[in-house]
């Protein structure tokens, strides 16, 4: 009781909020909001949500990561949230966006293709990850598999032949490292490689690994651990039979496409 006399008011329901994302749960949790796009990079996080989305909204902007809601067409809310670079941040904002009540990831990213016959400009949609990834190291063993959840990855090939976008499909090899763990040289401020890593491109391209990211391996076993449904679509921005560099004049082209996908795939009802 009040001094006043009168009872005293029951003390706010806890709003969970999230160290790392910067803002609280119940943000995305009172629109219903079950999935989210997630970008590597917050330029492109905000593109999604205001070129792809309706009614985009900036919710957060916190450690230079960008995190926006916007409806799809059928005016479902969604997220569209920042990783960050590499598995250690992704980890990080995954577990978070988990406890926010996110239950479908799908990252959208950049990546550098090692076969023969993939084009810069198209789209690489990962079943699986050989998982070279020190962060997924702590959550599981090195044996675990890193899969994709099937029916999101059959919904991002579906969307592509409906959209017509040339899509491969296939393992990807998910790195920690840009530079050094995807055998780069002559573009790195480092051009003497460790054995380990000398070759490793060959090998890769032998088992008929697709390409190289930097996320998807520690999401993959995440999702699977944390019984969240994740799948990844990426952009070809470099082609490394031909180049070590990335194609500039082709990242908004190749991104876009997979945004497209991605954006598509999310509102394909089963
Ligand atoms: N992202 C990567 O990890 N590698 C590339 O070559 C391009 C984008």
Request: proline share 3%.
């Amino acid at each position: 009781m009040a001094k006043s006399g009168k009872p005293k008011s029951k003390a706010k329901t806890s709003d969970l909020h999230f160290y790392h994302l910067g803002f609280s749960k119940s943000k995305i949790a009172k629109l219903h909001i079950t999935k989210a796009l997630l970008s590597g990079d917050p330029a492109r996080a905000e593109r999604i949500a205001k070129k792809y989305l309706k009614k985009p909204k900036r919710i957060a902007d916190h450690r230079g990561l960008s995190f926006w809601i916007g409806q799809l067409k059928d005016g479902e809310w969604v997220l569209s949230a920042t990783s960050g670079m590499g598995a250690p941040s992704a980890s990080i904002i995954f577990n978070e966006l988990v406890q926010a009540g996110i239950r479908t990831v799908i990252r959208i990213g950049t990546t550098g293709a090692i076969q023969e016959g993939i084009s810069v400009g198209e789209v690489i949609i990962s079943q699986a990850a050989l998982c070279r990834q020190g962060a997924a190291l702590d959550i599981a063993p090195v044996e675990f598999p890193a899969a994709a959840d099937p029916e999101m990855t059959m919904r991002l090939v579906l969307a592509a032949r409906e959209k017509a976008i040339p899509a491969h499909i296939g393992v990807t090899a998910s790195v920690d490292t840009f530079y050094e763990g995807q055998e780069r040289t002559s573009s790195s401020a480092n051009s003497r490689l460790i054995r380990s890593m000398q070759g490793v491109t060959d090998e890769y391209r032998d088992l008929g690994i697709l390409n190289y990211e930097m996320e998807s391996g520690t999401l993959f076993k995440m999702g699977l651990i944390y019984k969240v449904s994740v799948a990844c679509i990426c952009g070809v921005i470099a082609q490394r039979r031909a180049s070590e560099r990335v194609d500039q004049k082709m990242i908004r082209v190749a991104e876009d496409r997979a945004i497209q996908i991605a954006v598509h795939a999310l509102g394909i009802k089963t």
